[in-house]
């Protein structure tokens, strides 16, 4: 569970808020570059800009973590084909060997 954030503009605290949440109100413009914020249990007061930047890091360390690629499914082995080959190849050698005589 992330960590609560509040909100001060102008000198009046609100929230608490997710981080998602921020994110999303600094995306749309909701909060400029004057208003602070502050993780709950924190007393420092950063500016948005700063905790945005630093909320963003980690996000792009993880995306830039190369996906597993997924394995590819084996298909079963050919043994019907492999078992036709066995039975005719006995069946040839009688013919052969009865052709000989």
Partial sequence: MSTPIFISR????????L?????DF?????LGDLDHVREDGEDEWLFIT???EKAK???????AKPK??????VAPPA????????????AAKKAAAKKAK
């Fill in 10 to 17: 102008n000198f009046v605290e609100f929230g608490p808020f």
């Fill in 57 to 63: 890091k980690p996000a792009a360390k993880a995306a």
């Fill in 26 to 30: 600094h995306g749309r413009g909701i």
């Fill in 50 to 52: 700063e905790w945005v």
């Fill in 68 to 73: 597993a690629e997924p394995v590819a499914a």
């Fill in 79 to 90: 043994a019907p084909a492999a078992k036709k080959a066995a039975t005719k190849a006995p």
């Fill in 19 to 23: 981080s998602t949440e921020i994110l």
